[in-house]
């Protein structure tokens, strides 16, 4: 398989044209095509996983996060550094941001469910005209912590608030930065509220909503999805992957 033909594979089951993203989701930067021998997968095209991901041999980097956003930006400093490391090493970039979110099986969102054994679930979140999220009950009420130890929850690292001492039947699910979906989750009368990271201004308006809230970090909620695509480029094309491990710690 080529790296294009991969890549439109990519495109085509995380639906990308229909999503209104920050993001230019697509290729973001790749060079003379040729024969994919091994797929890198990774959270963030940091210069860390652009240089881990060369020194694995990946024709192809992953990513949930890219290098382009929208608006057309300067290729100076680390901007220049990163896409330097990957025109050095002929390493494609593909990019999936909110069609990575959203996606109804292999998405960080739906990803978590079934983790915490979710049978079916409902949308939740729209943004610009398209569900990010899902909501839906837990096969057995859960404490916090159970919740929590199911999704790799490390108090270090991220923050439980715990506003109610029964036990959590009902969960909304948004990865990455979705406080501002909070609002959303307490007029839906859901128990928990699942996000990645946790802003200063929301804390009160979970503590009057008497919602509990617990925001594993922002990175953590975010390896779902492309460890998910992952493991469905090995399952259903055969590729050769690995997964570069960048943890930011937030």
Not at 130 to 150: C, D, H, Q, S, Y
């Amino acid at each position: 398989m080529l790296i294009s033909e991969y890549a439109s594979r990519l495109e085509s089951l995380l639906d990308l044209s229909k999503f209104q993203d920050f993001s230019n989701n697509g290729m973001q930067i790749g060079g003379e095509d040729r024969e994919l021998k091994r797929a890198a997968f990774a959270v963030d095209a940091s210069l860390d996983s652009i240089e881990k991901s060369a020194l694995e041999k990946a024709d192809i980097l992953v990513v949930h996060h890219g290098l382009f956003w929208g608006e057309p930006i300067m290729i100076t400093g680390s901007h220049y550094r990163r896409v330097k490391a990957a025109i050095d090493s002929g390493l494609f970039l593909f990019a999936a941001h909110l069609p990575l979110d959203a996606h109804p099986f292999l998405g960080n969102n739906a990803q978590i469910a079934l983790r915490l054994g979710m049978k079916s679930f409902d949308p939740f979140a729209n943004f610009r005209g398209n569900w990010i999220g899902f909501k839906g009950r837990l096969p057995f009420p859960m404490t916090l912590e159970e919740v929590g130890a199911l999704l790799g929850y490390s108090p270090v690292l991220s923050i439980a608030l715990k506003n109610h001492d029964r036990k959590i039947e009902s969960v909304a699910i948004v990865s990455g930065s979705g406080g501002s979906d909070l609002e959303e989750a307490i007029r839906e009368g859901v128990d928990l509220f699942i996000t990645g990271e946790f802003h200063h201004d929301k804390f009160h308006i979970a503590k009057e909503g008497k919602i509990d809230v617990l925001a594993f970090g922002h990175y953590q909620s975010e390896t779902f999805g492309v460890k998910a695509l992952q493991r469905w480029s090995e399952k259903e094309l055969n590729i050769d992957t690995v997964f570069i491990d960048s943890e930011t710690g937030l």
